[in-house]
């Protein structure tokens, strides 16, 4: 900003002396014109003493004209006759009065709508920061200025998300989706920092965002990670699996990152094999849900066809979801081809979200699929989605498998 100043006080003083040239002149230019008025009426004397000589006989008409010549040399030797007399005289006053009023006024126009702020701004961010806490007050300063840096928001955003502060990133991410648009990756940090925010709980908020960024990107990384975490905590290890293994494969090995993701899926299954939900698993497909009262019964068969090219021990998937709502199973429930065909029921336990029960669902759309790899969106073998009346609890759904994905 230092800088900044210097410069205009030169450009000032280079104002000032345009200004003032004509008083700097002024007393120089008198000076010529003095000496020039003398120069002519010594020429005028001299002219009128040789006509006196000529006259009283003392020199002759060749000398007269010649005396002239002479005289008129001199002159013109002696005055700069070819430099313009000055028809106005600006005297010395408005020139001083001009000088000062010039910095006066344009130091008030550049506090009025000059830009010092972005100056300073400007200067700062060439400097390289020091600390988490001053890249964060440039970038802040950024954004108020210059509210419509995409850069800005959404390195704010990932600097406050770094310094453990998830409520002030989600509102930089949001800040961000408002001038970029509703991008995938944009959408998976922002329902991240939402989470965090939000004490590690899911919501309906979440699934959407997290859906939705799925929905333009299958293979989104922050979303993905995301569904894994949130499963993990849940202890749905079977679906942090699905999203942590699917987020490896889009991965380089190399990728500092890929070890930590086959490190957390390696704890997953390790915890899904001690888990009563492991035990619970291993049961009979026939039993209803203890202790819940909403029951939603589904039979699911293999299509005939289908059994010599698919294995015994491949998953299948049954899965709920809402009739116009995001592509997030509702409920599910993991069974395997050995099991079929079976009769089960879907209720209230098998639910995904703990604030979006399957009861509280007025029509829905069901759905099963095979899967060899242990990973339900990669499911080779599907039925066709059927849309019911999910408050008829007594009515009898039917899923064939029978479709190549």
Known sequence: MTQFW???VLLLVVALLLLLWPVLRGR?????EDRTALN??????HIAELEAQHANGALSAEQLAEGRLEASRELLDDTDVGRPKQSVNLGNALPLIAALLVPIA???LYFHWGASDKVALTLSLAEQPKTAAE?????EDTVRLQPESVDAWYFLGRTYMAEQRPQEAAHAYEKTIELVGRQPDLLGQLAQALYFANNNQWSAELQALVDEALRLDPNEATSLGLVGIAAFENQRFQDAIDAWTRLAKGLDPQDPSYAAIQTGIERARAALANS??????NAS???????NDYQLAVEVALADALLEQVAATDTVYVFARAENGPPMPIAAKRLTVADLPVRITLTDADSLLPDLKLSSMARVKLQASVSNTDNAMNAQWSSEPIVIDATEEDGKHALLIDQKN
Do not use: H, V
């Not at 120089?28 to 010529?32: F, G, I, S, V």
């Not at 009563?276 to 698993?281: F, G, L, N, R, V």
């Not at 497909?285 to 202790?291: T, V």
């Open 6 to 8: 210097i410069y205009a």
């Open 28 to 32: 120089k230019d008198q000076t010529e």
């Open 40 to 45: 002519i009426a010594l020429y005028e004397e």
């Open 106 to 108: 344009g130091l008030g």
């Open 135 to 139: 890249m964060i007050q440039r970038l």
């Open 276 to 281: 009563p939900q492991a035990e619970a698993s």
């Open 285 to 291: 497909p026939l039993d209803a849900a203890a202790d």
